[in-house]
């Protein structure tokens, strides 16, 4: 089995790239800027035995949506966790000072970009009457914060485009879901051990999700031991600190 995890050199998505391969599936991660990093993950997984490779793709410059897809041949599998996080960041500016470009170059990367690298991959999974679908959302989406309007809106574009997807492709053995992130830890992005304190008990299970966490329910969505869940939005359990009741 064959798998293709955009943005695999970091974070969720370098973890997804492990749990695949130490399920024994053949793994091609994609990176953007860093080819440094993607390399060592594909030397993680072949240090524990499995297959790994890693190709450039960047969801901005869908001229190398093709090729990278391409390049990982037919797979069973498609993780779609690259993103493009734009320039606005929490707090940053006012709703109404965001320039049009970065709305345009959110929407430009991570919804047609994705919707082209998904059609990309589309055919080979119809001719075998059998694939799977993730996209990788995020929290923020649903829950919003201020400042990040594209991203949070681009997130939440992938919800409509897994719910069309799931319809027009299920006909064909191919399941399509989102897994929607909450606050992770990954390392990438550090946080005040405080300030995940505070969320984490706001959890029931009173943790925060781990990279690791979200890649056991990526594979799941996308393999074989799902069965029959398509079109649905999976939230991990950092997500459950959103609920009021919880404070």
């Known amino acids: 089995m064959h798998v293709l995890v955009t943005g695999g050199s970091s974070g969720i998505g370098a973890a997804t790239a492990l749990a695949y391969a130490r399920a024994g599936w053949q793994v091609m ?41 391409a390049q990982a041949g037919p797979v069973d599998a498609l993780v779609a966790n690259a993103v493009r996080w734009g320039g606005v960041q929490p707090g940053g500016m006012a709703f109404e000072e965001v320039p049009a ?14 919707a082209l690298l998904a059609g990309a991959v589309l055919p080979e999974m119809r001719r075998k009457e059998w694939g799977r679908i993730v ?7 649903e829950e919003g914060v201020p400042g990040p309007g594209p991203y949070g809106t681009a997130k939440m574009a992938l919800h409509g485009m897994a719910r069309a997807l799931a319809w027009e492709a299920g006909r064909d ?3 399509v879901n989102v897994a929607v992130a909450g606050l992770t830890v990954t390392g990438v992005r550090p946080f005040p051990q405080q300030v995940l304190d505070q969320i984490a008990a706001r959890t029931p299970s009173r943790r ?4 690791e966490d979200m890649a056991a329910l990526i594979v799941f969505l ?14 991990d359990g950092s997500n ?8």
């Not at 170059?105 to 994705?114: P, S």
């Not at 459950?240 to 404070?247: F, G, P």
């Open 135 to 141: 996209f990788v959302s995020s929290g923020i989406g």
């Open 208 to 211: 925060l999700s781990t990279a």
């Open 29 to 69: 991660i994609t990176y953007n800027t860093g080819a440094d990093r993607a390399a060592e993950v594909v030397r993680r997984i072949e240090a524990e035995g499995g297959r790994g490779a890693a190709v450039h793709l960047d969801l901005e410059d869908h001229a190398t949506i093709g090729p990278a897809a």
């Open 173 to 175: 053995g191919i399941l």
């Open 101 to 114: 470009a970065e709305w345009s170059a959110a929407m430009h990367a991570n919804v047609v970009g994705n």
């Open 240 to 247: 459950a600190a959103r609920s009021a009741h919880t404070a």
């Open 222 to 235: 996308g393999s074989e031991a799902n069965r029959n869940l398509t079109g649905e939005i999976i939230r």
